[in-house]
């Protein structure tokens, strides 16, 4: 098994906590429902942030994945648009990434 998915395992693995925590946190917030509304409100804006940040960990528990899929299938150091060979460096920086310097900001 190579550093880098042991890299990603790991990230995996804290990217999945992290979007449990996150559902626990929403789960309390629904479960309060004996405040006065002043409370509620404030409630309601913290589980938009919540909801926010597992759209993130979601995003990037996604990209993780995508890139061990890659790993798998013997193509983890070839960009997945233009099939260059990424920079190892950028691969221990970004071990996530699938994709080369060059088409890392293209759609
Ligand atoms: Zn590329």
Redesign the pocket.
């Known amino acids: 098994m190579s550093q880098r998915t042991v890299a990603l395992e790991a990230l995996r693995g804290d990217l999945i906590a992290r979007i449990e925590r996150y559902q626990a946190s929403k789960q309390r917030f629904e479960g309060a429902l004996d405040k006065d509304i002043e409370d509620q409100s404030i409630e309601l804006e913290n589980s938009e942030v919540v909801d926010s940040l597992e759209n993130e960990a979601e995003a990037e528990l996604k990209q993780v994945m995508h890139a061990l899929k890659r790993i798998d299938a013997g193509e983890g150091e ?7 060979i ?1 920079d190892p460096k950028r691969l221990v920086a970004l071990p996530y990434t699938t ?6 900001d ?1 759609p």
């Open positions: 070839h960009c997945d648009r233009c099939a260059a990424i994709r080369c310097m060059h088409c890392a293209l």
